[in-house]
C-alpha cells in the first residue's frame, strides 16, 4: 500500500508540473518588437537577460524576433520582467530630466506622416510629448545600434524605438564626437565576433547632410567618394578621424586610433548620395522615425547595415563564424587573438577549374576545363498532349533556394584544395572533380542536373561534389579521374542561412503570412501583398537582397575593367570563395532536380521550363494549387514542390496561358523569366 501510495503522489507531482507549464504557457507576453523596444530603452544587452533567465542569448534574440516563445517557468519569469521594465520607464519612477532636455523637439514636417504607413503601430510616446514643456518627463537617452539624423531648425536623432533628441552639433566632427560618447552600439552576434560588428551607424537625411556642409551629389561618379581635398574631410583629418581605403562615399566609416583598448569608430550611411536606395537597398521614401525603425529592425533580424545588402550578407557571414578568437596561453595564462577553424581566416587560391574567366589561373585553360556550377536556364516545347490537356501555364518560384541549399552543407574551410588524380568518390568530402557522366540516360521532359544549360553533357567536365552524389542517387556510375579536394570543411554557412531564414520568416508573419498553412490560404496570403505597408515590403527585399548577394560575394568579380588575367582586391579577403558559391549553386540546382523528379513520378506533370529557382509547368487552371499536390493536410507532399512560406518551398510567380508560352519559346525567349512581369 505504502508503495502505491508512493507512485500515487509522484503521479500527482507529475501532473501537477505539467498543469504549470500549462498555465505559464497562456501568460501573456508583449508583441515581439515591443520586448525588444523595452531591454534597449533600458540598456540591458540580450546576453544581460540571458544571464538572469538562465537561457542562451540566441533565445532572446529569438523571442524578440517573434520565431520562438519562451515555456513554463522561463516565461512567467520573462513576462515578470518585460512587466518590471514597462514599470520603470513611466515617468513617476523617473528622476528629473536635465533642463537641456526638457526643450521641445522640432515640430514634424507637414504631410511628413501620411507620405507612408508606419512600419509597426507605434508603441513608444513620440518626443514631441514625451518631452513637452507642459508635462513633465523623463530625458530621452540614446539606445539603439544606430540613429536617423534629420534636420528641421535643429540636427535632431530618430532612435529605433521611436523617441528622438534634439542635438547640439552642427558639424560632421561634433556629430561623430557625439556618436562616441552617446552609447549607440549592438551585440555582437557570436561569442567570439569582432568588435567592429558592434560600432553604431549614422544615417543622414539629405536634409543633415546638407546641414553638415555636405554636397548634395557625388561628383566624383567614377570612384564614388567625396574629394579628398574638401573641407569636411580636412576637418575629419584636422579633428583626428580617419577614413577606410573606400574613402569618403555613401557608406564611410569614420574612426579614430584605439586608446585603452576602446575602438572608436563610426559606420556613416548618406542617403542623398544613394545609401539605402541603391546597390540592393530599395526603401521608400519615409520619416526619419519610420526610417530608424526600419533599420533596427533590419539590425535586430540580421546586423547592423554597413554598405550594400550585399556587403551585409557578406558582413553577416564574418559576424557569425569570425576569422579569429580568444586564445590563451597555458604557460603564461595570458590572451590573444588565434585563428578560428570554423571561420575562414586564410586567404586562399581557387583549384584552376574553380577560377573565374578573368581570374589569373584561367589563362590558357580550354574551356572545357572550366567549372561551371551555374543554375539553369532551360525550356522545351510543349508536347502535342500537353498543349491539348492545359490551356495555361503556372510559375512555381522557391522561396530562397540558394541561401536554404547552404544548410549544413560541407565547404572547404582553411586548407589550400588536394590535388589528387584517379580518385575514389566520397560524397563527404567538398571539391571539383573531372568526371566523364555522357553515359547517363536522362528524361528529356527534366533538365539535366549536369549542366546550365539543361542540355545533357557532351564530354567530361568538373562538377562539384553534390552533383556527383546527386549522379549516384540516380544510379549513374561515377568515375573521376582527377579531383582537387578540400580535406578540411565543415558547415561554414549553417548560422548565416539560420539567421537569414529567421528574418524571412519574422518579416513574412509581420506581413500576414505565417508557417503551417494550408496551401490555398498562403496563395491569398500572397495575394494580399500588393495592398502591404511598404516598408515592410522593403525590409522583406533587402533581407532576400542580402542572402542572394552574400553569396554572390563568394566569387566577386573586379569593379573596374582591368587587362584580362589581372588580380582585383576581392581576390585578397578569405571570404573570396568560388569554390564554397559552386557547391550551393550545385546543391540548390540538384534539389530542384529531385523534387521536379518526384512531381512527374507522383503527378505524371513535367516542368516546360526552369530558370534559376522558378520552374513552370502546365495547368488546367491558372492557379499554382493545380500543379502543387495537396497532400493529407492541404500544405503540400514532402518531397514534392509545395507552397509554404518556409525557405525551400515554393510561391506563384505568375500564370500565363499555354499559347503565350508557345510564342515565347518560339521565339528564343526564356519564358520562365517574364512569366511574372507578363502575368
Keep these: ?43 540591458l544587452s540580450t546576453d544581460q537577460i540571458a544571464d538572469a533567465l538562465g537561457c542562451p542569448a540566441e533565445d532572446i534574440a529569438a523571442w524578440e524576433a517573434g520565431t520562438q516563445e519562451p515555456l513554463a517557468a522561463r516565461r512567467a519569469a520573462y513576462a515578470r520582467l518585460l512587466q518590471g521594465l514597462k514599470t520603470l520607464q513611466r515617468p513617476e519612477h523617473q528622476g528629473t530630466p536635465p533642463l537641456q532636455e526638457l526643450t521641445p523637439a522640432p515640430p514634424p514636417r507637414a504631410g511628413k506622416k501620411a507620405e507612408q504607413p508606419s512600419l509597426f503601430p507605434d508603441t513608444t510616446p513620440t518626443a514631441s510629448t514625451s518631452r513637452s514643456r507642459t508635462a513633465p518627463s523623463h530625458p530621452v537617452k540614446p539606445t539603439g545600434p544606430l540613429a536617423v539624423i534629420d534636420h528641421d531648425a535643429t540636427l535632431t536623432a530618430h532612435f529605433t524605438n521611436g523617441s528622438q533628441l534634439p542635438l547640439d552639433a552642427d558639424d560632421l566632427v561634433s556629430l561623430l564626437q557625439w556618436t562616441l560618447r552617446s552609447g549607440l552600439h549592438r551585440d555582437k552576434l557570436s561569442t567570439q565576433g569582432r568588435d567592429s560588428d558592434c560600432d553604431p551607424l549614422i544615417v543622414l537625411t539629405p536634409a543633415a547632410s546638407a546641414a553638415l556642409h555636405l ?92 554598405g550594400s545588402t550585399a556587403v551585409c550578407g557578406e558582413e553577416l557571414m564574418t559576424a557569425l563564424r569570425p576569422p579569429t578568437r580568444p586564445h590563451r596561453a597555458p604557460d603564461s595564462d595570458t590572451w590573444s587573438s588565434a585563428p578560428n577553424p570554423r571561420g575562414l581566416h586564410t586567404t586562399l587560391e581557387p583549384a584552376p577549374p574553380e577560377a573565374p574567366d578573368a581570374h589569373p589561373l584561367a589563362r590558357g585553360r580550354l574551356p572545357e576545363q572550366a567549372m561551371e556550377e551555374e543554375a539553369w536556364d532551360w525550356s522545351r516545347p510543349p508536347s502535342q498532349q500537353e498543349t491539348a490537356e492545359f490551356p495555361h501555364v503556372v510559375g512555381l518560384d522557391t522561396n530562397l533556394a540558394f541561401a536554404a541549399a547552404s544548410s549544413g552543407l560541407p565547404v572547404g574551410l582553411n586548407s589550400p584544395p588536394r590535388h589528387v588524380l584517379a580518385p575514389t568518390f566520397d560524397k563527404k568530402i567538398p571539391g571539383a572533380w573531372f568526371c566523364d557522366l555522357t553515359h547517363a540516360t536522362l528524361d528529356p521532359r527534366l533538365p539535366s542536373p549536369f549542366t546550365a544549360t539543361g542540355h545533357a553533357p557532351t564530354g567530361p567536365a568538373w562538377y562539384a561534389t553534390p552533383t556527383l552524389d546527386y549522379a549516384q542517387e540516380l544510379g549513374i556510375e561515377v568515375r573521376p579521374t582527377e579531383a582537387y579536394l578540400r580535406d578540411d570543411h565543415g558547415p561554414y554557412l549553417t548560422p548565416w542561412y539560420e539567421r537569414i531564414r529567421n528574418a524571412y520568416l519574422a518579416t513574412m508573419a509581420d506581413l500576414g503570412v505565417h508557417e503551417k498553412i494550408p496551401q490555398a490560404d498562403y496563395l491569398a496570403a500572397m495575394q494580399r501583398l500588393a495592398t502591404a505597408d511598404p516598408a515592410l515590403l522593403a525590409l522583406l527585399a533587402a533581407i532576400k537582397a542580402t542572402a542572394k548577394g552574400g553569396l554572390g560575394k563568394l566569387r566577386e568579380g573586379p569593379r573596374e575593367i582591368t587587362a584580362p588575367y589581372t588580380r582585383w582586391p576581392a581576390l585578397n579577403k578569405p571570404t573570396w570563395r568560388p569554390d564554397i558559391r559552386a557547391a550551393v549553386v550545385s546543391r540548390a540546382r540538384v534539389t530542384l532536380h529531385r523534387k521536379m523528379r518526384k512531381m512527374a513520378e507522383e503527378t505524371g506533370r513535367y516542368p516546360l521550363a526552369v530558370l534559376a529557382d522558378c520552374a513552370l509547368y502546365p495547368a488546367h487552371v491558372p492557379t499554382a494549387l493545380d500543379v502543387a499536390p495537396p497532400g493529407p493536410e492541404q500544405q503540400g507532399v514532402p518531397g514534392l514542390l509545395r507552397l509554404g512560406v518556409n525557405p525551400g518551398w515554393a510561391k506563384e510567380e505568375g500564370t500565363q496561358s499555354m499559347s503565350w508560352y508557345q510564342q515565347q519559346h518560339a521565339q528564343g525567349i526564356s519564358p520562365a523569366r517574364y512569366i511574372k512581369d507578363s502575368a
Design 1 to 43: 500500500m505504502s508503495a502505491d501510495h508512493g507512485d500515487e503522489a509522484e503521479l500527482f507531482a507529475r501532473v501537477d508540473e505539467l498543469l504549470a507549464d500549462l498555465s505559464a504557457q497562456r501568460i501573456p507576453l508583449p508583441p515581439p518588437h515591443e520586448r525588444a523596444q523595452l531591454r534597449k530603452a533600458a540598456g
Design 215 to 306: 554636397p548634395a551629389a557625388l561628383d566624383d561618379r567614377a570612384r564614388v567618394r567625396l574629394a579628398d581635398s574638401h573641407p569636411v574631410i580636412t576637418q575629419l583629418h584636422q579633428a583626428g578621424f580617419s577614413l577606410t581605403r573606400r574613402g569618403f562615399g555613401p557608406w564611410p566609416r569614420a574612426f579614430r586610433p584605439v586608446r585603452n583598448n576602446k575602438r572608436a569608430c563610426v559606420q556613416l550611411a548618406i542617403t542623398a548620395w544613394g545609401a539605402l536606395s541603391q546597390d540592393g537597398w530599395n526603401l521608400p521614401p519615409l520619416p526619419p522615425a519610420d526610417l530608424a525603425r526600419l533599420l533596427g529592425t533590419y539590425t535586430d533580424r540580421l546586423l547592423t547595415p554597413r
